[in-house]
């Protein structure tokens, strides 16, 4: 069966139905390994920044390492993302350069981006690093699409919908898997993920405005852009797994895409102005991209957002308003 392109899918749909911002120099933890045999950590001199690594974030900058680190035991309850390795963690002041390293939709509390620590020892190869990054994303994708499920079935949403909502819920626990498998063979290492710690309950919300702007951002913007990526990049790899990864994550994502679409379509229908505000608002957020499809985009990428965001971004956007 011939594949349709996004924008006529994303149409189709349409029509049936931080601390740690980028730039933001901020107080935060950052974390290195060290041998099994380790008793003490080395001292805030000796450390170099290039080791240490802020869990949760894409990449980072670290501008300065303050204090002596903490030793923290493999087995220690700390979401450090480095749950079977021993680390050292010290106080540093660090930003983000990389906020959204996601293929898929990311999964935030309190303003930040959430990810699970992970099982295995930290990769030193940078793309190996990119996409474990990826599959943590990924995974928490799984919570993404649940906690939108909740806020749906809390607005009344259509069965139709939230089926939808509940088998991209699924389609992420294989993004998650494939992901993972790729990047423990980059690392030469098995990684898998571990425990999620959440912050905050998970109570459906019933503000439609508020539901539709993070639905534009996170799945109309995020997701759009990601599947476009994703599949632009993937036609310039060499045959291999990672082509084949991007091309399995391209043909879901863009149906998420399209989905994103499709509930923010309803969401107007059924929210009237406070929800068109509020969108409007969303579609003007910028379009950020880091991560692995930065790396595999290269030079590529700002003329590969540009496009995407002309393509398929504007003329979307220009529908759903209009609807």
């Known amino acids: 069966m011939k594949k349709r392109s996004l924008l006529p899918l994303i149409l189709l749909t349409m029509a049936a139905c931080n601390k740690g911002e980028k730039g933001e120099w901020v107080e935060t933890s950052a974390c290195m390994t060290v041998a099994e045999d380790a008793t003490s950590c080395p001292s805030s001199d000796e450390v170099q920044s290039s080791e240490l690594w802020v869990s949760g974030w894409c990449a980072d900058e670290i501008k300065s390492v303050e204090g002596q680190g903490t030793l923290l035991l493999a087995d220690d309850e700390a979401d450090t993302g480095f749950n079977d390795s021993n680390k050292c963690c010290y106080p540093v002041v660090a930003r983000n350069t990389e906020p959204n390293c996601a293929i898929g939709r990311p999964f935030h509390e309190q303003g930040q981006i959430k990810v699970a620590a992970f099982n295995g020892p930290a990769p030193h190869d940078p793309l190996a690093k990119a996409w474990l990054e990826a599959a943590r994303m990924e995974h928490a994708s799984v919570a993404a699409f649940s906690r939108l499920t909740l806020d749906l079935m809390a607005v009344g949403a259509p069965l139709s919908l939230l089926a939808q909502v509940q088998a991209a819920a699924l389609d992420e626990v294989e993004h998650a898997r494939i992901t993972f498998a790729l990047a423990s063979g980059l690392a030469g290492t098995e990684l898998s993920p571990g425990p999620l710690s959440f912050s905050e309950a998970l109570a459906p919300r019933t503000d439609m405005a508020a539901i539709a702007f993070d639905a534009v951002v996170e799945g109309c913007i995020g ?29 879901d994502e863009e149906r998420h895409a399209a989905l994103s679409w499709g509930v923010v379509a309803w969401l107007l229908r059924e929210g009237g102005e406070p929800v068109r505000a509020a969108v409007e608002s969303a579609l003007q957020q910028p379009t950020e991209v880091g991560g692995v499809m930065a790396i595999l985009a290269g030079e590529d990428l700002a003329g590969l957002l540009e496009q995407g965001g002309r393509e398929i971004l504007d003329p979307a956007a220009r529908a759903l308003l209009a609807a």
């Open 223 to 251: 997701e759009t852009i990601g599947a476009y990526l994703a599949r632009r990049v993937a036609q310039d790899l060499p045959p291999g797994e990672q082509r084949d990864v991007l091309e399995a994550l391209a043909d």
